[in-house]
């Protein structure tokens, strides 16, 4: 399990995405950096590999709180604490089905790579490709179990919607849960 995580992660160089000839592209991470992501998805992908193995091999939750082992010394933290170790915002929407829903039918026109608008759920490829770009992102690094990749699920869409137009997110609790959800799996 935890080999998959390792290998399906990305680390955005934002100062080399900055360069980009694209405006689209350039917009949608400069989306991502006002969402307050920046740290946590730059963060740079040096780790220990036998140490994330083994904290996932012996993680569990009790209390709120993700505990494990890693060298025979057990390591435990709280969601304020992850959150203040990424830098993560906690303030913001913590459930994305309170994104404003004027906000997703803009969504569905503005992403639409067509003049059509695009369902919530759609493949990729309806999808503008700058949007295409930040739903593998988001599949990526912020899912457990990201399913198709030639799929932008719901979850995905009210992500895209909120980081494009600026909704905060309590992203400290959001991720929070994923790694949860991860220690659970």
Not at 145 to 172: C, E, P, Y
């Amino acid at each position: 399990m935890a080999s998959s995580l390792i290998i399906r992660s990305h680390h955005i160089d934002f100062d080399s995405v900055f360069r980009f000839d694209d405006a689209g592209i350039v917009q949608m991470f400069e989306s991502l950096v006002s969402t307050g992501l920046m740290e946590f998805l730059g963060c740079p992908a040096i780790f220990y590999e036998q140490a994330l193995i083994e904290f996932f091999e012996h993680g569990s939750v009790r209390d709120g709180m993700v505990v494990s082992v890693i060298g025979g010394m057990t390591v435990e933290f709280s969601k304020s604490v992850f959150a203040a170790a990424f830098g993560l915002p906690t303030e913001g929407l913590t459930d994305l089905s309170e994104v404003p829903k004027d906000l997703l039918s803009k969504a569905q026109r503005l992403l639409s790579a067509s003049e059509k608008e695009v369902s919530v759920s759609c493949l990729k490829k309806e999808v503008k490709m700058q949007y295409r770009l930040l739903s593998d992102i988001l599949a990526k690094s912020l899912f457990v179990k990201a399913g198709s990749f030639d799929a932008v699920t719901r979850d995905r869409f009210l992500l895209m919607t909120a980081i494009t137009f600026d909704v905060k997110i309590n992203w400290g609790n959001i991720l929070f849960g994923v790694l949860k959800e991860m220690v659970h799996s």
